[in-house]
């Protein structure tokens, strides 16, 4: 049975990333340090599990005795704002970590490693629907870290014939995605609502994302190991929509009458997103599956039943 080892792999996406791999079969072994991964996340998975942090050069020895088939590399810091108030940080967690990731790769001859990049890489887009040979304008620390790796990517392939997916994802939401810290907007509106508090907006609310829910990236995830050649895919549903009018959605679909209001603009912001997922479909055989309104309802469902298990 083949083994794939999941950085991040107790947080987020991580978390229904390790359970799509255990659903189709796969071996599988977490390196996390719960920075903002949480143990609940993979508890009473079939999983080893290996608390490193991936800055830590240790991590590199770490995944030399995991001896992997292949590595998803998911962990990260994962916010904008974030990268922007503390850009050396960034800089230690998504650079330095991930090199001693692919170091640990290499040195293990994986047979494949699986990047998370971001739409954070092209910054204001030119043309929308982005396509992967958009050019890349980071607007932020974190877009310039996550591209960073790319490069390091393509170098070691070059060098050490190391193959790897670069999935560029766009706005991912779902069950899990925390609303502390590094939230991501639809896991902050939902908290909101479940605690009838205002949200407050950032910017005018006319700026647009891309919003791809968890368990179809997951699916994307997974299907990219199976690819023997090396790629760069978004994995997006290609298909935008104002923070305002995703705060409207979110409203019908939990039935909540609560109000909004306006702050100002966050620095590193980008404006519009909305990436083309036609690469993906065709190179790894996905499509994104689970509407808006969907997803959406079972992320705010999700949360319900968490709240209630927590009293
Ligand atoms: C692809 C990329 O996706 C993410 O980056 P992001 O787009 O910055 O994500 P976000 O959910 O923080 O903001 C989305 C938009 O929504 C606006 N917004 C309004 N009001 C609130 C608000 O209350 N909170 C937040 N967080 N955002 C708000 C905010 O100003 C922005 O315009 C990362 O997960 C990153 O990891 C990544 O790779």
Request: charged fraction near 20%; glycine fraction near 8%; hydrophobic fraction near 40%.
């Amino acid at each position: 049975m083949e083994k794939v080892l999941v950085t991040g792999g107790a947080g987020f996406i991580g978390s229904h990333v390790v359970e799509t791999l255990l659903r189709k079969g796969y071996t599988v072994a977490v390196m996390d340090n719960f920075s903002t991964g949480h143990q609940e996340n993979i508890a009473d998975l079939p999983i080893d599990l290996y608390i490193c942090d991936v800055a830590d050069p240790a991590a590199i020895n770490v995944i030399q005795s995991i001896h992997p088939d292949y590595i998803i590399h998911l962990a990260a810091q994962i916010s904008v704002s974030n990268s922007v108030a503390d850009p050396l940080f960034d800089q230690r967690t998504n650079v330095t970590g991930s090199l001693n990731v692919m170091n640990g790769a290499r040195l293990a001859s994986v047979k494949k490693i699986v990047f998370a990049s971001s739409a954070a890489v092209y910054g204001n887009p030119i043309e929308i629907p982005v396509t992967t040979k958009h050019p890349t304008h980071p607007e932020s620390p974190y877009g310039l870290t996550k591209l960073t790796v790319e490069h390091y990517l393509n170098l070691f392939e070059k060098f050490y014939q190391l193959p790897y997916s670069i999935l560029r994802f766009s706005n991912v939401y779902g069950p899990r995605q925390d609303a502390e810290g590094e939230g991501g907007v639809v896991s902050i509106f939902s908290d909101r609502i479940q605690k009838g508090t205002p949200p407050m907006i950032y910017g005018d609310g006319d700026q647009t994302r891309d919003f791809i829910f968890v368990k179809d990236v997951a699916a994307a995830v997974v299907a990219s190991i199976a690819v023997k050649e090396s790629l760069c895919v978004n994995v997006s549903s290609q298909t935008a929509i104002s923070i305002k009018d995703l705060f409207q959605v979110m409203k019908e679909v939990s039935g909540s009458d609560l109000d909004v209001y306006y702050g100002p603009k966050r620095n590193g912001d980008i404006r519009h997103s909305m990436l083309s997922n036609q690469l993906a479909r065709e190179l790894l055989g996905w499509k994104p599956e689970v509407s808006l309104s969907d997803g959406l309802r079972m992320t705010l469902r999700a949360l319900k039943r968490k709240k209630k298990a927590a009293v």
